[in-house]
């Protein structure tokens, strides 16, 4: 008999005892951060702000784990890890489900770690928490998804997610990391490479961006350029007007996910890209270098980039 699929949005099962993966009685703590990064990049201390613009560090956000869920988290954990120290040629050559699982459990680990603050506040007020239908529906698939680390699950058709991996000529002690939980957007810059990734998407943002990505292909990036490409992603993610839906059919023990179709409207898969607003994204990513929006726009026509013309 088959262990039946946790939904933790459907009772809003967060609590610090409930497993944040299968829904059983959880005894282990996990960093939402690896450990080996947390101490390879210094990490312990880093400021993070929530998005109750509570400030916390790397090494304060943690997860509720159960035994069963421990070990292939930690069998994940170290596959990844291997190949990030390895670097650029390792992560390449990585299995696809498996890095979206990493990232995933990256993201719905910063999500998980909301949601269980916001519960804790509202109560304390007296309050019953709540948020939007669209996020709850894109984080529930988001943990369904994730949850091929502890069953067998089959992703059929379209893989719900772009995932791109590029090779950074970055400095050696280099981290870089974002996510935005509403578009579910990610980066990461370490090493000698950098990927980002959109991982409810369906693939669109392999087309959507596909001039770029031909242009940069079998290039060494620069750092700017590789925050450049991220900073397109991390907008267009925004502009991205569907709500994903999946069919999820669970038969024979086996979990299968297929995408449905994305254009069953007339109206475009992306909104308008606005120069103005995504200069203000892109000065945001290129912070480390001093540009301003101003110096971005100039030419509304042209903004400014680094990436080699196509």
Same mark, same amino acid.
């Given at each position: ?70 070990? /292939? ?20 050559? !990585? ?39 669209? !996020? ?23 893989? /719900? ?51 770029? !990505? ?73 912070? /480390? ?10 030419? /509304? ?5 680094? !990436?080699?013309?196509?």
């Amino acid at each position: 008999m088959s262990t039946p699929i946790f939904r933790p949005f459907d009772h809003f099962d967060f609590g610090d005892k409930t497993c944040f993966l299968t829904g059983s009685p959880a005894g282990k703590q996990l960093s939402v951060f690896p450990e080996w990064m947390i101490k390879q990049f210094g990490l312990e201390n880093k400021p993070l702000k929530m998005l109750d613009e509570q400030i916390v560090t790397y090494s304060d956000l943690w997860l509720p784990v159960s035994e069963e869920a421990l070990l /292939p988290l930690n069998q994940l954990e170290e596959e990844i890890s291997r190949a990030f120290i390895s670097g650029y040629e390792a992560v390449k050559e !990585l299995d696809r489900v498996r890095l979206f699982q990493w990232i995933a459990k990256q993201v719905y680990g910063i999500i998980h770690y909301e949601i269980r603050s916001g519960i804790r506040q509202q109560k304390a007020i007296g309050e019953q928490f709540n948020f939007s239908q669209a !996020l709850m529906l894109k984080f529930s698939n988001l943990h369904l998804m994730l949850q091929s680390l502890v069953r067998p699950v089959e992703f059929e058709g379209v893989l /719900p997610w772009t995932i791109c991996v590029f090779p950074v000529s970055n400095a050696s002690d280099a981290f870089v990391y974002r996510d935005e939980i509403n578009t579910l957007a990610f980066s990461l810059r370490m090493a000698d490479f950098g990927l980002v990734a959109c991982i409810q998407d369906n693939g669109e943002s392999y087309n959507y961006h596909r001039k770029v !990505l031909e242009q940069v292909d079998g290039l060494k990036l620069d750092e700017i350029q590789f925050e450049e490409i991220s900073s397109r992603f991390f907008y267009s993610a925004y502009l991205f007007n569907r709500l994903p839906e999946y069919s999820f059919l669970a038969t024979g023990g086996v979990l299968y996910i297929e995408a449905m179709p994305l254009r069953l409207s007339s109206k475009p898969v992306y909104d308008e890209w606005q120069v103005k607003t995504y200069g203000q994204v892109l000065e945001n990513f290129w912070k /480390p270098w001093g540009y301003t929006l101003f110096e971005i726009i100039k030419d /509304p026509e042209n903004p400014m980039s680094f !990436l080699p013309e196509g």
